[in-house]
């Protein structure tokens, strides 16, 4: 029998139509992170949303038992890939750990309000003791 996924909540308790993180043999799947302070405020430099973006993704791969070291895959979506560069250089200076996971860069339209990045993300879990259903915060399916 297979076990079943583990869903985690949002962190900061407010229902979304979206599970914050699921755990499934071994693996985090993060949702879709944005540079959004706990404010709900969006800087508007590239760099400072870069670091944001990875700052929030690194909360939820925690709450996972995962982390930015353990990230097998990463997709980045920008507003405009004319910021390649600049994203490219922050991302480097905030991914400090080598080697650096497979990732994929695309352009879209429509990130909404000032947000000019999305990053998605896949990570082996990789705590010894990684959630549970019983650990609160966590919806078991």
Known sequence: M???PLILAHADGIVRPYSAVAVHRGVAYPCGQVPVRPDGSTPVDLAEQVHLVFDNLEAALSRAGASLASLLQVA?????????DDYNQAYLDRMSHRPLPPRTTIQVAG???AKRIEVAAIAAVTDSCP??????SLFSH
Do not use: C, I, N
């Open 2 to 4: 297979t076990a079943a």
């Open 76 to 84: 980045v979506y920008l507003a405009d890939l004319a910021e390649f």
């Open 111 to 113: 990130l909404r309000g």
């Open 131 to 136: 959630p549970t259903a019983s650990s609160g």
